[in-house]
């Protein structure tokens, strides 16, 4: 049983460029979160999926960034001109109902030049 | 607003000693509360969770008790081993809905044979 899958594992952008991250989640998993760990930080919450709905952006600057979870397909969260400050570990983690802890995926690492 | 606050890192212990990492939060509610662990370079795992005053949650040696008089979750385990080095996150959510994650900021454990 495939865990929560994210990819790509690394991805380097260079300022201005776009930034597609991927997450496939657990089977079964119809719940998305995206966290974002900046370096010696925790994870900061961002955003709340379900299948093609945003529940909660609460924690996504409001200019740049996007998500989404079509019907079929992984969620993607998109970053728009990336500037070096984007540079981090995003997170995504699934769980099957909103009420049960959340398995996560092991990052994409983020890094602009 | 909710937040976790445990104690900085790095923890250095001697294979088989005892460990304990403190963590305190505030909340509005009444959250539940989790460790999770992340071992280089992969995603979180949760390793133990309790959802209410004096709850205990355990797994793999490791426990931590709810302590709603003290809002603390600290994490203990008697003996480490060399295979638990990682960075350990306290966390919480609030009840009654969807679980927005707040982390405290990590803190790593080393353990040196």
């Known amino acids: 049983n495939a865990g929560v899958m994210q990819n790509p594992r690394h991805l380097v952008r260079r300022r201005g460029q776009e930034a597609r991250l991927r997450c496939s989640p657990m089977?079964?998993?119809?719940?998305v979160y995206w966290y974002r760990q900046l370096p010696e930080e925790g994870l900061k919450f961002m955003v709340y999926l379900q299948k093609e709905n945003i529940i909660d952006e609460s924690g996504m600057p409001k200019e740049r960034f996007s998500a989404e979870f079509p019907k079929e397909g992984p969620s993607i969260l998109r970053i728009q001109q990336v500037v070096r400050g984007d540079s981090a570990a995003y997170f995504c983690a699934s769980s099957p109902t909103e009420n049960q802890p959340q398995h996560f995926g092991d990052g994409t690492r983020l890094s602009i030049l | 607003g909710n937040s976790v606050t445990q104690m900085e890192g790095p923890v250095t212990l001697s294979e088989e000693a005892f460990l304990t990492i403190n963590c305190t939060y505030t909340?509005?509610?009444?959250?539940?509360l989790f460790w999770y662990v992340q071992y280089p370079g992969e995603g979180l795992q949760l390793l133990l969770k309790a959802t209410k005053a004096d709850d205990k949650g355990s797994n793999k040696g490791f426990e931590a008790t709810y302590r709603k008089e003290t809002t603390s979750f600290h994490l203990e385990k008697g003996s480490v081993q060399v295979s638990d080095s990682a960075v350990y996150f306290c966390a919480l959510s609030e009840g009654g809905g969807y679980q927005k994650v707040t982390f405290g900021t990590g803190t790593k454990l080393q353990v040196i044979p």
């Open positions: 089977k079964g998993h119809s719940h």
């Open positions: 909340a509005t509610g009444y959250p539940s």
